[in-house]
């Protein structure tokens, strides 16, 4: 019996409304549980939008297909799957892939900017202008109690040695790239991600 | 990686050491799998590639192996020691390709030696060395013919290798101490089962056979960590495996897009494309590139990063300062800041507890749950001014100030929570552990108020500069002066930015084609020199789909390269320094599994690492490691700071001695933050803290995130050990009790896993066996399951534990070797 690999399972599948794309297979797992399947399938992303992208957990960089549709002028996530065509992947997502879509779609984000003050013992929620500005302020701040123009020797150095940045593990990385230009345009040396840790 | 994923299918031999890539990179596992179950690949006859696994715990790794070695944390050094020395006492090793394109011809200069454990040079007093004796013996002048400050003189060579002083004399002499019954007393594994092992492994050196080398944080989470690994890459260099098909050396990365983040920089010691931050005291590019670039040292060697150094560095400072870098102000090598000292992860806690850092942004990375010393780090965090957390969800971070046993209302930080973006809320490339850069599109909007982590970074940069255009400041010169060509630079498109990072020619305003054709005169930009090729005006090559659904069209060499999916650097190569996957004359090693082969006019297969149209009859033809200086592998390097060959040092909290030199245990460079600031170091012994501790991941959660995702929470729901049956008998604890683990530092009260995985060792020539703990890394104070278990969750920060002290190379902190004791509650 001719075996029905994922990739072509998942393509049946990806092909959405043509509904009756298993004939020409013969029947290769027995049509029942194929098609049962496949409808079950359809049902989720009939008409849906085909996105591409990666899965945001380690860096095998299994490829991801995302389903999405408009509904009330809004773009709802249906599903997210292995992407056949990767030749990384190949279809394939482990525990944390195949439930990435509850991490796009969590309900525990953090809603809004927030603010902690020194020696407050709660949040409080605020705008972004108000913690951008305060930010900005700290940043002027910290870079000019500890910019070093010219090291003890003489040489110019100019650095700024009392702020650092660290992240972006899960950036884009054009993200990262644009996160060392500016923080190396404030001075800093104090930059890390997580390739050590 | 020097090879990817797919590429591992072509092993006859996989060697796994720190790594459990069954668990931790499942599908990247089924590359391993198909080697196994592939006939025509394995030693001898074949019948399938064979799988090695060297690790304390037994996972599904070792279930899926041929051989299991149950192998103490951190004694990797000795273990490919020991391989090294097997190979070379019994002349396994490729012979042709050590001496055309290794450095084991190359003379040592008088004066290098190795004794009781410590190389030449060493100063106990700053526990540094100096290294000016690890160098090659030279003859005559500067080789001509190469930009300033990148040429030295020729080294001297003895192609018949039989020199005492060369390299390969010296190194078969370090490594004939590795003796099978010294690497059993100090890894553990019965000489029996080692002798098979490199039985195996000697195959490998022939050239129709080619082995992986596959390893993950296991082995760099060591004050020993780069030699660790380098160890296991002198392996490969002696057998012939670098630069083939179903060779390298593999580094599974951890995170989704680590590898992009460090190719673009967000690291301390580097620029993007591994340019070196300038230092203090070099006054301008002469100096910097003098410095910092490799050095020509065989007349035949192309040292290509040497030769090109200033054209990338050039570039790169061209796309940052744009019209402000001018050829009179040395292209303002003068903003780039030059930092005097380490910088890195632990030294941005060590200067806030010294009350020297006063900000930190932290951006999808926790400190308290990565620690090491997550008690030490909340002390550095509660001594900050303020702290800038953007993530998706709530961490360890962001809640420090009111974590258990926190005073809130006397920790002065002023802390920061900005909800930042989702990956799938935003496009961009995530760069694999195989240098695959893959495009994704955005899926969804913005959740809420959500923004992205470069829009909000673009929006504080724009207040900051507008409160020193308000109010002055310190030197606002280059913040001034830095290029925001965006449509708006407040909120740069992704795409904006990936055309940026490939550079291009201002003369024309086209994209680079090739970072061969940068320019040190000011007329190319490029962002990232190795991107340099990515983004053409033809379009982003990064989001090219044309993949297994039509491998005849798609993958035409049928080796696995498939070069039109996304893009991979440099250039698109997907195996580097392929050169070295065929012979002098460019035939492959092994013509069943080319990388690259000379046809009479070109190199053809995958891009090759080489000229496209170089001869390589040619005398002047290039040797095959083009990125070196030397041209070849190097055995032996002065770009270690802890010696030229790997040595194996005890971690820095050991249970036993150095059977090689007990007088010199551990890492005599590894740097000890905490004695170096005049802190007490607290490291433990074994008279307080009998057993080894190791830490790891499971395949149900990714470091901290998870912590917020329901399904996988179910499936892993609370902090647990997992400790060896024998130990528990011995402890009276049984599976499923609640257990105190501690350290000098810590404690974690958490669930006992008991289990066979987990084993004694016999180390030393004692019969006492050595136990190891089983520590997952993934809970702490916040998450679902944190909440549910609101009682128990007090002490379940695993780096709680962990040791601040760091790898004399990279900084790494030691996470994987550590000494605990365990009580039951």
């Known amino acids: ?197 | 990686m020097t090879n990817h994923w797919r590429d591992i299918k072509h092993a006859d031999l996989i060697l796994i050491n720190g790594a459990n890539p069954a668990e931790a990179h499942p599908v990247g596992f089924q590359w391993f799998v198909k080697a196994k179950l592939d006939p025509t690949k394995g030693p001898g006859a074949g019948g399938g590639a064979k799988i090695i696994h060297a690790d304390p715990r037994y996972t599904r790794t070792s279930a899926m192996a041929d051989i299991y070695l149950r192998m103490r944390t951190g004694t990797d050094v000795a273990y490919f020691g020991g391989l090294i020395n097997y190979v070379i006492q019994n002349k396994l090793y490729h012979e042709e390709y050590v001496k055309n394109y290794t450095n084991a011809s190359f003379i040592v200069k008088q004066g290098f030696d190795f004794k009781d454990g410590l190389f030449s040079g060493y100063n106990s007093s700053t526990r540094a060395y100096d290294t000016t004796t690890w160098t090659y013996e030279t003859e005559g002048e500067p080789i001509a013919g190469a930009p300033a400050g990148t040429t030295q003189a020729a080294a001297k060579r003895d192609k018949t290798l039989q020199d005492p002083r060369t390299v390969w004399q010296l190194m078969a002499k370090h490594y004939s101490r590795y003796t099978p019954e010294m690497v059993s007393s100090i890894t553990g594994v019965p000489v029996d089962q080692f002798m098979q092992v490199a039985k195996l492994v000697g195959e490998m050196g022939k050239p129709d056979k080619v082995m992986t080398i596959v390893y993950a944080v296991g082995l760099t989470h060591h004050t020993t960590g780069g030699q660790l690994i380098r160890s296991g890459a002198l392996l490969q260099l002696i057998l012939g495996n670098m630069g083939r098909p179903g060779g390298g050396m593999n580094a599974e990365r951890g995170h989704a897009n680590i590898q992009g983040n460090t190719d673009h920089a967000i690291s301390w010691e580097i620029l993007p494309g591994y340019l070196r931050i300038p230092a203090p005291g070099q006054k301008n590019l002469d100096q910097y590139v003098q410095a910092s670039a490799p050095k020509k040292s065989d007349p035949n060697s192309w040292n290509f990063f040497g030769t090109n150094y200033r054209n990338f560095m050039v570039s790169l400072l061209k796309g940052w300062y744009g019209p402000k870098a001018t050829k009179d102000n040395e292209y303002a090598f003068d903003f780039i800041p030059k930092p005097a000292t380490n910088s890195s992860w632990m030294s941005i806690y060590d200067q806030a507890l010294k009350g020297k850092m006063e900000g930190v942004i932290l951006s999808g990375m926790t400190a308290t749950s990565i620690g090491p010393d997550s008690n030490q780090v909340l002390k550095g965090l509660s001594n900050l001014k303020w702290l800038v957390v953007m993530d998706a969800l709530p961490t360890t971070s962001s809640e420090f100030w009111h974590a258990p046993n926190m005073d809130a209302s006397s920790i002065k930080t002023e802390v920061f929570l900005l909800p930042a973006t989702h990956w799938i809320e935003k496009d961009g490339s995530f760069v694999n552990s195989g240098r695959w850069s893959q495009w994704k599109e955005q899926v969804i909007p913005p959740e809420g108020e959500s923004r992205h982590d470069h829009w909000v970074l673009a929006d504080l940069f724009d207040r900051v500069k507008t409160l020193y255009k308000q109010q002055g400041g310190k030197f606002p010169d280059p913040l001034m002066a830095l290029t925001l060509d965006y449509k708006d630079p407040k909120k740069p498109e992704l795409d904006e930015i990936a055309k940026e990072i490939n550079g291009k020619n201002l003369a024309t305003g086209g994209q680079m084609t090739s970072f061969a054709n940068l320019k040190d005169d000011g007329t190319t930009t490029a962002g990232d020199w190795i991107y340099t090729g990515s983004y053409l005006d033809a379009g982003n090559l990064m989001k090219r789909r044309n993949g297994v659904a039509n491998p005849q069209q798609n993958d035409p060499t049928g080796m696995g390269f498939y070069p039109n999916w996304a893009w991979s650097w440099p250039l698109n190569r997907r195996v580097m320094y392929n050169r070295a996957s065929a012979d002098l004359d460019g035939k492959p090693w092994d013509p069943k599994r080319p990388g690259i082969q000379w046809n009479g006019t070109t190199w053809v297969g995958d891009v090759p690492d080489y000229p496209p149209t170089m001869n390589p009859k040619d005398p002047a033809a290039w040797l095959p490691f083009i990125m070196n200086g030397e041209g070849v592998g190097r055995l032996f390097s002065n770009s270690m700071i802890d010696g030229p060959f790997p040595e194996h040092y005890e971690p820095v909290e050991a249970p036993i001695e150095n059977p090689l030199h007990p007088s010199q245990s551990a890492d005599p460079v590894a740097f000890l933050y905490d004695q170096a600031a005049g802190r007490p170091n607290r490291f433990g012994k074994v008279d307080k803290y009998p057993y080894v501790a190791t830490s790891y991941r499971l395949t149900e959660h990714e470091h901290y995130v998870t912590q917020h995702v329901p399904l996988l929470v179910g499936l892993q729901p609370q902090a647990f050990v997992e400790v060896p049956e024998d130990l528990a008998k011995e402890k009276g604890i049984k599976n499923g009790d609640r257990v105190r683990v501690s350290s000098e530092r810590g404690k974690l009260e958490v669930a006992a896993l008991v289990t066979k995985r987990l084993g004694g060792l016999k180390l030393a020539g004692s019969d006492k066996p050595v136990y190891h703990i089983g520590i997952p890394i993934h809970w702490g104070f916040v998450g679902i399951s944190a909440e549910k278990n609101k009682d128990i969750s007090q002490y379940w920060l695993a780096n709680a534990l962990t040791p601040f002290v760091g790898d004399a190379n990279a900084r790494t902190p030691e996470f994987k070797a550590f000494l605990v004791n365990i009580e039951k509650l």
């Open chain 1, 1 to 197: 019996m001719p075996e029905i690999t994922r990739r072509e399972f998942l393509k049946l599948g990806a092909a959405g409304t043509a509904g009756m794309a298993l004939v020409p297979l013969a029947n290769p797992l027995g049509f029942d549980v194929a098609a049962a399947k496949k409808r079950a399938l359809d049902l989720r992303i009939s008409g849906a939008k085909e996105v591409h992208s990666i899965c945001p957990y380690c860096a095998v960089g299994c490829a991801l297909i995302a389903y999405t549709k408009e509904a009330n002028g809004k773009t709802q996530l249906l599903q997210i799957e292995g992407d056949p065509d990767s030749p990384v992947n190949e279809g394939r997502l482990c525990p944390k892939g195949a439930s990435a879509m509850q991490l796009a779609t969590s309900v525990r984000r953090v809603e809004a900017p927030m603010y902690r003050a020194p020696g407050s013992t709660s949040w409080e929620k605020k705008d972004w202008d108000f913690v951008l500005d305060k930010i900005a302020q700290n940043i002027k701040a910290s870079r000019d109690n500890t910019f070093v123009a010219q090291d003890a020797n003489g040489n110019v150095v100019n650095r700024t040695e009392g702020i650092a940045f660290a992240g972006g593990a899960a950036f884009s990385s054009e993200e990262g790239y644009f996160a060392t230009k500016l923080m190396r345009g404030l001075g800093l040396i104090h930059l890390e991600q997580q390739a050590r840790v």
